[in-house]
């Protein structure tokens, strides 16, 4: 099985708000729905999906272009899980959920605790953490993702075949693709070389 952004949910998703080059998007445009908001909720959660945006573009442009076929106005719901407490997500290293079977996101408290963009390859941020979750929906992503592995060091020792049905896989490329990280690149992450041949493949179409 083949790693391509090409099947990509969350670049299928957004890509349709962006032409040749980025501009604001509202929430219409997005397809995303927002629920359970705090002003300051919806401005932080509307940030992020734009730079969830941002991210699966520029990574579904850095392998293949995506299929926005199934871009669909209000076809998920972000959650901004105000009420929410960390206790509901089932724990403390959660940041957001998946209802895939409701095509439901849900943030929790530590969401809101991360960084809205990274400067280092292999960490995430909120926007990352929304490529993830919208990775995992049913009706965008099909089949849907799965949490096989967490994080840099466990995800590259998945096989091919786990690696891309595995939701944090996604965040690791996208990334990847925004820092411009490389094998021996200083920044502290080696991707694993099946997704290193893919970038540079692409890169050089």
Same mark, same amino acid.
């Given at each position: 099985?083949?790693?391509?952004?090409?099947?990509?949910?969350?670049?299928?998703?957004?890509?349709?708000?962006?032409?040749?080059?980025?501009?604001?998007?509202?929430?219409?445009?997005?397809?995303?729905?927002?629920?359970?908001?705090?002003?300051?909720?919806?401005?932080?959660?509307?940030?992020?999906?734009?730079?969830?945006?941002?991210?699966?573009?520029?990574?579904?442009?850095?392998?293949?272009?995506?299929?926005?076929?199934?871009?669909?106005?209000?076809?998920?719901?972000?959650?901004?899980?105000?009420?929410?407490?960390?206790?509901?997500?089932?724990?403390?290293?959660?940041?957001?959920?998946?209802?895939?079977?409701?095509?439901?996101?849900?943030?929790?408290?530590?969401?809101?605790?991360?960084?809205?963009?990274?400067?280092?390859?292999? %960490?995430?941020?909120?926007?990352?953490? =929304? *490529?993830? #979750?919208?990775?995992?929906? &049913?009706?965008?992503?099909?089949?849907?993702?799965?949490?096989?592995?967490?994080?840099?060091?466990?995800?590259?020792?998945?096989?091919?075949?786990?690696?891309?049905?595995?939701?944090?896989?996604?965040?690791?490329?996208?990334?990847?693709?925004?820092?411009?990280?490389?094998?021996?690149?200083?920044? %502290?992450?080696?991707?694993?070389?099946? =997704? *290193?041949? #893919?970038?540079?493949?692409? &890169?050089?179409?």
């Amino acid at each position: 099985m083949q790693f391509t952004f090409a099947l990509f949910a969350a670049a299928a998703l957004l890509t349709p708000v962006y032409s040749n080059e980025i501009t604001p998007m509202s929430r219409r445009e997005t397809g995303i729905k927002l629920e359970s908001c705090t002003t300051s909720q919806q401005a932080v959660v509307e940030a992020a999906v734009q730079r969830a945006a941002s991210l699966a573009k520029a990574a579904a442009d850095a392998a293949i272009n995506g299929d926005a076929s199934i871009f669909e106005d209000g076809k998920v719901t972000y959650n901004c899980g105000n009420g929410t407490t960390q206790s509901d997500c089932g724990g403390n290293g959660v940041l957001a959920y998946a209802l895939s079977g409701n095509n439901k996101i849900v943030n929790c408290p530590s969401w809101y605790k991360i960084v809205p963009a990274i400067d280092d390859c292999g %960490g995430t941020d909120q926007g990352l953490a =929304m *490529v993830h #979750e919208l990775s995992h929906m &049913n009706e965008v992503y099909s089949p849907p993702t799965q949490d096989f592995a967490y994080k840099y060091n466990d995800l590259v020792q998945l096989p091919t075949e786990q690696a891309v049905l595995n939701a944090d896989t996604y965040n690791l490329y996208a990334g990847a693709i925004d820092l411009g990280c490389q094998v021996g690149e200083s920044k %502290g992450v080696v991707l694993p070389d099946w =997704m *290193v041949t #893919e970038i540079m493949n692409n &890169n050089s179409k």
